[in-house]
């Protein structure tokens, strides 16, 4: 058994339901119930309710939660950073990088 390195493997489904667990915690430290959020914000009780239950939400109903949350700015760096396909791809940018930097001087 010591020798099976153990994956997180996620699904989507699971992301839904870790990221609805968050929003859930952080509404009850702010010490505010489901009707309170959903009002906050701009989202139907039922809706939120099943957020929380499922995970299940429109991408601009959980926008708007974080909004309510004032975590919004989270949202805005998904996708940002860059994927590389091989360490080929990083020192490559990292010598056009430098290139660049030398005419600029």
Known sequence: MNNIIA???SNPNDIA???AARVKARRLELDLT?????ARAGVKFATYRRFEQTGEISLRGLLQIGFALNALSEFDVLFTQKRYQSLDDVLNEQSITRKRG????
């Open 7 to 9: 994956f997180n493997i």
């Open 17 to 19: 339901l870790r990221i």
């Open 102 to 105: 030398k005419k600029n001087e």
């Open 34 to 38: 489901q009707e309170g959020l959903a």
